[in-house]
């Protein structure tokens, strides 16, 4: 259990809901199974086989979202409404047009999707009530923001919001690389991507960041847009402009400490789920406060 990219929403500190009310909440919309005619299907599952939608330890909460996709590719469907259109031609001697060519492919999409693979896929979030926060494990805003909307389905009322930081990761990134140190508890690795207000780019994989070079892009005008960081000899990670975590790596000497300690899968999980949560809120913590810390009424 352990999460590779994460997208941040603000929750009130020690924000007063029960892992009860939140399960009932979620059973309303417990995943369903894709019906014959339906392209997706979205719900709740357990994280865990076997257990409860809402899987709690140490007054954390992991959450999952299901969805459940017919695979259709568009050049199936399109073969197939082709191939009806020359059976119209040839029967009654006309050419379809192309109004009709829309609503050939609709149909055949109807026609086809009862005969389509399924595949899932699933979406954890976790929710830190007593620091306030909701991290979904989601490399695409779009997937974050599905786990979130079918969340304000379950839960009314749900206070969570876009975190809001006093400066803006990029000028924050950017400062750093220009004096070659990041703030305490974190240090720049070798991922570095630039970029210019005309939108010229510039990357750096596996390269020192130290050198002139660097330096005159900066100078030119290039601000920094994605940087990789190690955060305490324990985690590393990508952080970019929009404040998003990508490639989220947790060392060796951070992984070692679960291990032997758990009997079973299920205790593996609980203990890897305990780790990485607190981990994270430390992370999050010392990441906020670098960035100048939260606006003013917002956490």
């Not at 990219?5 to 892992?19: D, E, G, M």
């Not at 047009?97 to 979406?123: N, Y």
Request: with cysteine; charged share 25%.
């Amino acid at each position: 259990m352990w999460f590779r990219n994460l997208q941040l929403y603000r929750l009130p500190k020690n924000w007063a809901t029960k892992s009860a009310r939140l399960e009932e909440e979620l059973a309303v919309l417990v995943l369903q199974p894709c019906g014959a005619s339906a392209a997706q299907s979205l719900g709740w599952v357990p994280p865990c086989a076997g257990g409860a939608l809402v899987h709690v330890v140490n007054r954390q909460y992991l959450l999952a979202l299901a969805a459940e996709e017919k695979l259709l590719p568009t050049s199936v469907v399109k073969q197939f409404a082709d191939e009806r259109a020359n059976a119209i031609e040839d029967a009654e001697g006309r050419r379809v047009g192309r109004k009709e060519m829309r609503e050939l492919r609709e149909a055949m999409t109807i026609e086809l999707l009862p005969r389509a693979f399924t595949r899932r896929r699933t979406t954890f979030g976790w929710i830190d009530p007593i620091n306030g926060w909701l991290v979904i494990d989601a490399a695409a805003p779009a997937k974050a923001e599905e786990f979130l909307e079918q969340l304000r389905k379950a839960v009314a009322g749900l206070p969570a919001t876009l975190i809001k930081v006093n400066q803006s990761p990029s000028a924050a990134m950017t400062g750093w690389v220009a004096e070659g140190e990041a703030p305490s508890s974190f240090t720049l690795d070798q991922d570095l991507e630039m970029c210019s207000a005309e939108n010229a780019k510039v990357r750096y994989v596996k390269h020192t960041l130290e050198g002139e070079e660097i330096g005159q892009h900066i100078a030119k005008g290039k601000v920094v847009t994605r940087l990789a960081l190690t955060w305490g000899e324990r985690i590393s990670f990508l952080l970019n402009e929009k404040l998003e975590i990508k490639r989220l790596a947790f060392l060796d000497i951070l992984k070692e400490e679960a291990d032997g300690q758990a009997e079973n899968e299920d205790e593996r999980f609980d203990l890897d789920f305990t780790l990485m949560s607190g981990e994270l809120a430390r992370l999050l913590d010392d990441l906020i406060a670098a960035l100048g810390g939260e606006v003013a009424g917002v956490a």
